[in-house]
């Protein structure tokens, strides 16, 4: 079945460590996308990718990075950099271009992955 | 820049009753519009979606939402709620053309009694 997978769903942190969040899609989408999720806060962009070897930062970027090598994967970091890094974190996907009913503009979700740091 | 706000942070309602999550977003041009619904620990599932055309959308597991430009919203309903709709409820507004970007609202946690 197509969709896309993140690991780990659960990880911790020492304060200090960086970690890295895997996401893969089988669904052929060109773009991609990282998601914090906050209590009551909703979904806030971290960063996006419409295109392999190339990504821009979304609303909070500072103290996540990303890479782009292959169309299906699209890997956050989380540095030590992050001050606040314990979250809910999703990857999604979409196509691009295309009318509305291809199914563009729709963003398919992973399961998340869970961030706690002690 | 777009937002979304859902003034209910949580909803209780009883088994069978019915339904409205209410959503209301600024943007300055047609947006597109999103309900998705996310299970305790899980990631988000599409309910409906609005691009254009009629303004009264249907949904899976019987849910429905209606965009009124005037009011600048895009409430979801439901006649008839069953237990397994508890959950957390997210509208997002995407801006056409930007590359399918979404902005989120605060999401509305239901809760369903018996």
């Known amino acids: 079945d197509g969709g896309i997978t993140q690991s780990p769903k659960y990880l911790f942190r020492k304060e200090g460590q960086n970690v890295t969040l895997s996401c893969e899609q089988n669904l052929n989408h060109d773009a991609m996308y990282w998601y914090r999720q906050d209590p009551g806060q909703g979904l806030r962009l971290i960063y996006y990718?419409?295109?392999?070897?190339?990504?821009q930062k979304g609303d909070i970027a500072e103290g996540y990075s990303v890479s782009r090598e292959k169309k299906e994967s699209f890997p956050l970091t989380v540095t030590s950099a992050q001050k606040n890094p314990t979250a809910f974190y999703l990857c999604?996907?979409?196509?691009?271009?295309?009318?509305?009913?291809?199914?563009?503009?729709?963003?398919?979700f992973g399961a998340g992955s869970r961030l706690t740091v002690l | 820049a777009q937002s979304v706000t859902q003034p209910d942070i949580h909803i209780t309602v009883s088994e069978g009753a019915s339904l409205e999550l209410r959503c209301n977003y600024s943007y300055g041009a047609t947006p597109y519009l999103f309900w998705y619904v996310q299970s305790p620990g899980q990631g988000l599932q599409l309910l409906l979606k609005y691009f254009s055309g009629d303004t009264l959308v249907q949904g899976i597991k019987g849910f429905e939402a209606e965009f009124k430009r005037s009011q600048s919203s895009f409430n979801l309903r439901k006649p008839s709620v069953h237990w397994s709709d508890a959950a957390e409820y997210f509208c997002a507004v995407g801006e056409r053309g930007a590359g399918n970007m979404l902005t989120f609202g605060g999401g509305t946690r239901l809760m369903v009694k018996p």
């Open positions: 999604a996907s979409s196509s691009l271009g295309g009318s509305s009913l291809s199914g563009a503009n729709v963003l398919t």
């Open positions: 990718s419409q295109i392999v070897n190339d990504f």
